[in-house]
Nanobody
Framework: VQLQASGGGLVQAGGSLRLSCVVS????????MGWYRQAPGNKRELVAT???????NYDDSVRGRFAISRDNGKKMVFLQMNSLKPEDTAVYYC?????????????????WGQGTQVTVSS
């Protein structure tokens, strides 16, 4: 199982970016998906999560500016980032709780994507 994130880049403050993340490999289903970020010298922090039924949760720092969504059929999660600020600069990582078959049952495990750099200039 692999998660591939894309869509990062350099943007001016006030601009927008849309991140995408696709899950590949043999899976049974996907539970929660999410986006996290890590700025230099900081710990990785939650940005937003979304359940399989598309219930979203946001960190206070991005609520009202970012929107998370997913396409279950395509095994993808998205992060629309608007009104970007220099403090949003970080490497953004996608995350998914992947369910796979294991014999006669299923098991779930969180997987991480490789990260995509977002840089917001002032």
């Amino acid at each position: 199982v692999q998660l591939q994130a894309s869509g990062g880049g350099l943007v001016q403050a006030g601009g927008s970016l849309r991140l995408s993340c696709v899950v590949s490999g043999s899976i049974f289903s996907i539970n929660d998906m999410g986006w996290y970020r890590q700025a230099p010298g900081n710990k990785r922090e939650l940005v937003a999560t979304i359940t399989r039924g598309s219930k979203a949760n946001y960190d206070d720092s991005v609520r009202g500016r970012f929107a998370i969504s997913r396409d279950n059929g395509k095994k993808m999660v998205f992060l629309q980032m608007n009104s970007l600020k220099p403090e949003d600069t970080a490497v953004y990582y996608c995350n998914a709780d992947i369910v796979r078959r294991s014999g006669s049952t299923t098991v779930s495990q969180f997987h991480w994507g490789q990260g995509t750099q977002v840089t917001v200039s002032s």
